[in-house]
């Protein structure tokens, strides 16, 4: 079975710049998440999905950071415009809901603005 | 303010000999605690989990024990082997929500042939 699949792997971009970042859960899971991780604070998780709807996005830092999910197989999440502090590995996860709390982590993506 | 503790940055163990991480919480609504491996360049995998109403979980190699009075964790690897060399995060969830997963920032596991 295909794990979460994020694209793109890498990503540079200059400051002012709008970025998008692509997730593919596993099938047939229910939940979806996205969290940000860096030296400072670790893993943070910023906003997570249920069935397709946004459930809790407190985590989001701004307005400039956005997340859709438009059906249950692609999720983005967005920055507009992006900032130097933006710099972090972005990870997607999936999980199904009626089987616990166990997440399943994309590979990331490691998000650099110069 | 860290709801889920790691205080040791790092470990290195022998092949062979025993790793023991430790994992420290404040908030007594944690209910549900997790352990996840991370590789470079990858995404954190799961490992292990244990509910607060056990004091022990063991999958092979690895236990965790729980001791909710002293709100501590411990994972518990033997033998160890070259292979386990990552990231260990501990994670805690509380309220039933698949939502409340708290992170610890991580020790970094190296075990020496």
């Known amino acids: 079975d295909a794990g979460v699949i994020q694209s793109p792997r890498h990503e540079v971009t200059e400051m002012g710049q709008e970025v998008t970042l692509r997730c593919k859960p596993i099938s047939g899971h229910d939940y979806l998440f996205w969290y940000r991780q860096t030296m400072m604070r670790g893993l943070e998780l910023l906003i997570y999905f249920n069935n397709n709807v946004p459930i809790d996005d407190s985590g989001m830092p701004e307005d400039r950071f956005s997340a859709k999910m438009p059906n249950a197989s692609f999720s983005t999440l967005k920055i507009q415009p992006s900032e130097p502090r933006d710099s972090a590995v972005y990870f997607c996860?999936?999980?199904?809901?009626?089987?616990?709390?166990?997440?399943?982590f994309g590979p990331g993506t490691r998000l650099t603005v110069t | 303010d860290q709801q889920v503790k790691q205080n040791s940055p790092s470990l290195s163990v022998q092949e062979g000999r025993i790793s023991i991480l430790n994992c420290d919480y404040t908030?007594?609504?944690?209910?549900?605690f997790l352990w996840y491996k991370k590789y470079p360049a990858e995404g954190p995998t799961f490992l292990i989990s244990?509910?607060?109403?056990?004091d022990k979980n063991e999958d092979g190699r690895f236990t965790v024990f729980l001791n909710k009075s002293a709100k501590h964790l411990s994972l518990h690897i033997v033998p160890s082997q070259p292979g386990d060399s990552a990231v260990y995060f501990c994670a805690a969830n509380y309220g039933g929500s698949q939502g409340n997963l708290i992170f610890g920032k991580g020790t970094k596991l190296s075990v020496k042939p």
């Open positions: 244990i509910s607060s109403i056990k």
């Open positions: 908030n007594s609504m944690f209910d549900y």
């Open positions: 996860a999936s999980s199904l809901g009626a089987s616990g709390y166990e997440q399943y």
